[in-house]
């Protein structure tokens, strides 16, 4: 029996979150340049996303560039921005062919204009497919995302439109970049690290988290099914206690 077929479907989460990590590392241990990394990190992309589909999973959410990654070396971002087209380029017919519907979080206007436009034409495209929804979190910084919902419920307090006593948790998550889309149930990283990295901050706050030490370009179904499991066999409790579930 693999590993997929152990999975019980009820027990599937709803909305996973990947921090795609290990492109660099990766090229590193084959000789290569961290470009050659980001390149085979579509493969994980397409793994990832193909088998959420596969799975009938709704959300998944991929962080794939921070706001502090513009701070790299121009010529890596300028590589990784160039990426981004080309991938949106030759992947758009299978988001379609696989029903997924595109999204995106982030300061989306840093974008390069060309990747900004491709981005939203593949948006566009996308919007009317039921399938997954896979939302790519670029210039994604989570302390902005909340800073910024706080200046806009601040200026509906101004205005008058909003009553301080009328914000609580629910409206708050309007104001998100997610607004609309659930909390992860599952956040997995890879290449060894265990931090959170500016990712999802609010959005975080009881999902469970994975960590494995295998590289981005090498992470694939069988990696997602293996965290799949390991999240399968966890409790949620919310702070109760287990007779109480
Ligand atoms: C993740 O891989 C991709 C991005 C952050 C864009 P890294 O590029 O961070 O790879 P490592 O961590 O240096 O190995
Ligand atoms: C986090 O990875 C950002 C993305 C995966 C896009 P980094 O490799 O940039 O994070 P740190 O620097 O190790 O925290
Ligand atoms: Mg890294």
Redesign the pocket.
């Known amino acids: 029996m693999s590993l997929k077929d152990k999975l019980i479907a009820e027990k599937l989460p709803n909305h996973i979150a990947i921090?795609?990590?290990g492109n660099g590392r990766w090229a590193k241990m084959k000789g290569n340049s961290r470009i050659f990394g980001h390149k085979n990190g579509v493969n994980g992309v397409k793994e990832s996303s193909e088998a959420c589909a596969e799975l009938g999973i709704d959300f998944l959410t991929l962080?794939?560039?921070?706001t502090?990654?513009w701070s790299r070396p121009k010529l890596e971002v300028m590589a990784l921005m160039e990426l981004l087209i080309s991938t949106i380029n030759s992947e758009v017919d299978t988001l379609m062919k696989n029903n997924i519907r595109l999204n995106a979080i982030g300061n989306l206007s840093d974008l390069p204009k060309k990747a900004y436009e491709k981005l939203m034409n593949a948006i566009e495209k996308t919007k009317n497919n039921s399938g997954l929804t896979l939302i790519l979190?670029l210039s994604?910084s989570a302390k902005t995302e909340i800073i910024n919902a706080v200046k806009l419920i601040s200026e509906n307090v101004k205005n008058g439109e909003m009553d301080i006593n009328d914000i609580n948790e629910k409206v708050f998550e309007n104001y998100l970049y997610t607004a609309g889309i659930p909390n992860p149930d599952l956040m997995i990283r890879t290449s060894g690290?265990q931090?959170i990295?500016n990712?999802l901050l609010w959005q975080l706050a009881y999902s469970e988290l994975y960590f494995t030490e295998v590289l981005w370009p090498d992470f694939n179904r069988e990696e997602l099914y293996k965290a799949l499991f390991d999240y399968q066999n966890r409790e949620r409790r919310y702070g109760k206690i287990s007779e109480q579930l």
């Open positions: 921090i795609m990590d962080y794939a560039f921070s502090e990654n979190a994604y690290e931090r990295s990712f």
